[in-house]
């Protein structure tokens, strides 16, 4: 089992940053590809960005060149770097992780086995 905790979210004006956390314990991440997802008020889950093991990226449309994701494996963590947040960004946001997933795959929220509880990003205009 793997335990994700995400942390780094909160208020912020349009054009502001925030950086995202992942931490994981029970398992290293090392092998696992881990996604980040949000979900904001009224909307379906929405794939932002994943990494996988060989450090292959995927980013979805709306975030690239504004988002960055990043993996540690010494801390087990995976970051997301968001910057020149718009109002639209805001979401709660989750981490997922899951392993053998393929590149073509990686945006797909099912192909993940683990996930966090989320941490909130309101974006003010």
């Known amino acids: 089992q793997v335990q994700l905790v995400e942390s780094g979210g909160g208020l912020v004006q349009a054009g502001g940053s925030l950086r995202l956390s992942c931490v994981a314990s029970?398992?290293?991440?090392?092998?696992?590809?881990v996604g980040w997802f949000r979900q904001g008020p009224g909307k379906e889950r929405e794939f932002v960005a994943a990494?996988?093991?060989?450090?292959?990226?995927v980013s979805a449309n709306s975030v690239k060149g504004r988002f960055t994701i990043s993996r540690d494996n010494t801390k087990n963590t995976v970051f997301l770097q968001m910057n020149s947040l718009k109002p639209e960004d805001t979401a709660v946001y989750f981490c997922?992780?899951?392993?053998?997933?393929?590149?073509?795959?990686?945006?797909?929220?099912?192909?993940?086995?683990?996930w966090g509880q989320g941490t909130q990003v309101t974006v003010s205009s």
């Open positions: 997922a992780a899951g392993e053998r997933i393929i590149l073509s795959s990686l945006t797909i929220w099912e192909q993940y086995d683990y």
């Open positions: 029970g398992r290293a991440l090392r092998n696992s590809a």
């Open positions: 990494i996988r093991r060989d450090y292959n990226v």
